[in-house]
């Protein structure tokens, strides 16, 4: 079958056909896109779970090979970092040599990366795998997006679409269940080596049942120089995003790379218009809904990964839940969007995505509201009803800008539009850590020497207040060994008082973001191009 596309990638006006070339129909297992959407799901749930499931080995981790507070640090901060800068460039990759071989080598080097963690002996080469995982990651992911784009016809596109953003939400709200109870029962080498069994599950799929589908005039040749660029301008971003909690908002270290980055960018913008082939044609962001789905999952990353960070310190520190318990806390919101997001695909393809994409940030807006809301006692019952609310208005986003992302693009460029989309989550989710951590940070310092002095605590030096600040920051109350438990419950209730009221301002700023994303959501409409992937399996 061929379906035709156009899209004006030199940004000449001149509209280029871009036809899938004929090839043979799927027959049996292979092709089929329903199992397509079984296997790709295996091997993205292996990814998702891994971001969210190594936070609650931390611990373990730092205690068992001695590391420092930084080192541990960067067991995440070495995976995002990685994921987020070959993003696009590993779409790239799988729109030139197909996404069927890429996604085989993503799971393959993703679960060997996880195996050869559990077996290192130090932090350094903890850290290193967990860059090679956020490599692999990066290969994996627009690689099956791509894979259901090519696959599923039009009208089934969101239904799939809805089921990998379910499998994606529900890995990334289980990973800290899972997690707790791996590191709790077993090892901390065990929240790893579960990705090898799981690796092998969706190699053996894909082998199976993946066919491989390339675009009659995908890329034939490579953008480095672009790639460069880009790669540096992603570095530099996400790097001070990284690093501007410690270093500070106004330091000039955080504003340097923030410099950078946008010389980064305005160099490889001006590169892609003199490139023959370039990485990204800029011709692509001539789509008003494309553009807007891009945006929109940047905002709806900020407001959800910024506010998910302080509700699990709440739930732990405030609360004194365990990470097993905390996890439990938040099933409502992983309940919501596992049942959400099947629905709201559904609801898209009946109605185009701009309602249900404006309806769902407008829960999720209403919802980060009400967290700012929560005190020290909140019962267990308002708390889930703002987590069910936000599981809610989060599904159709997840479903509905990804398919305005990758039904927007051509079909020859389906890998890079995956690579849009996870990366615009991944920058939205250091942005909204970031940003959201800076205001929490602001209002711990504002707060804490008056809530302090009016509890009639001792007075503290500006190196202790600091060593207080950073405590109360993440919920810690900061009670010396030995302190008499009349003093310890009052240090205790003013950290607490603190920290909530951290949040709260941290969680209306998040509504804030949920809100402006509300306006983007119109401008956005059903994919130009989701036909070029039409009929190839059989449902």
């Known amino acids: 079958m061929t379906s035709q596309t156009t899209i004006d990638t030199a940004g000449s006006g001149d509209k280029a056909p871009a036809a899938l070339p004929d090839r043979p129909p799927a027959s049996g297992l292979r092709g089929h896109p329903w199992f397509t959407l079984i296997t790709v799901a295996v091997g993205v749930m292996m990814v998702a779970l891994d971001g969210t499931i190594v936070a609650i080995a931390n611990p373990a981790i730092q205690k068992d090979l001695g590391a420092t507070f930084a080192q541990v640090q960067w067991i995440t901060n070495g995976y995002f970092l990685a994921l987020a800068v070959s993003l696009i460039t590993a779409g790239k990759l799988g729109d030139r040599f197909g996404h069927r071989q890429t996604f085989l080598i993503g799971v393959v080097g993703f679960a060997a990366a996880s195996g050869a963690i559990g077996l290192s002996d130090s932090i350094g080469l903890v850290v290193t795998f967990r860059v090679f995982q956020g490599l692999f990651g990066a290969l994996l992911m627009p690689a099956a997006l791509g894979l259901l784009r090519a696959t599923f016809p039009a009208e089934k596109l969101n239904m799939a679409i809805g089921i990998w953003g379910m499998v994606i939400g529900a890995s990334t709200a289980g990973g800290p269940i899972l997690g707790g109870v791996l590191v709790q029962h077993v090892s901390w080498q065990s929240v790893f080596f579960i990705n090898v069994p799981v690796g092998a599950i969706a ?222 989550m991944q920058i939205g989710g250091s942005l909204g850590t970031a940003v959201l951590g800076a205001v929490m940070a602001s209002k711990v310092d504002s707060d804490l020497p008056g809530n302090w002095a009016d509890a009639g605590l001792p007075k503290l030096t500006d190196a202790q207040l600091a060593q207080a600040s950073e405590a109360v920051q993440v919920g810690v109350a900061p009670v010396a060994e030995g302190t008499p438990a009349e003093i310890a419950a009052k240090i205790s209730g003013v950290a607490h008082d603190t920290f909530i009221s951290g949040m709260s301002l941290a969680s209306l700023v998040a509504a804030g973001v949920a809100a402006v994303a509300i306006l983007v959501a119109l401008f956005t409409k059903r994919g130009e191009h989701t036909d070029a992937g039409a009929g190839v399996g059989h449902i």
């Open 203 to 424: 190699l053996i799929l894909g082998v199976v049942m993946l066919l491989d589908h390339r675009a009659e005039n995908a890329p034939r040749s490579f953008d480095l120089l672009g790639i460069g660029l880009l790669s540096g301008a992603m570095f530099c971003l996400v790097w001070a995003l990284i690093k501007a909690p410690s270093w500070g908002w106004g330091d000039g270290k955080t504003w340097t790379f923030i410099a950078a980055s946008v010389l980064g960018f305005a160099l490889f913008a001006f590169w892609e218009t003199r490139v023959k082939e370039p990485l990204i044609p800029l011709g692509l962001f001539r789509s008003v809904p494309l553009s807007a789905g891009v945006v929109l999952m940047v905002l709806m990353a900020i407001a959800f990964m910024g506010g998910l960070f302080f509700v699990t310190f709440y739930l732990q520190n405030v609360h004194g839940m365990d990470p097993v318990d905390a996890g439990l806390h938040l099933l409502p919101l992983t309940g919501m969007m596992i049942v959400g997001s099947p629905l709201a695909g559904a609801a898209i393809t009946k109605l185009g995505p701009r309602i249900p994409l404006a309806g769902g940030m407008a829960a999720t807006a209403i919802a980060m509201y009400g967290m700012s809301t929560l005190k020290a006692d909140t019962g267990s019952a308002l708390m889930s009803l703002w987590f069910a609310l936000l599981g809610l208005g989060l599904a159709p986003v997840m479903v509905g800008a990804t398919e305005v992302i990758v039904g927007n693009a051509p079909m020859e460029l389906s890998g890079v539009a995956g690579g849009l989309q996870q990366a615009a």
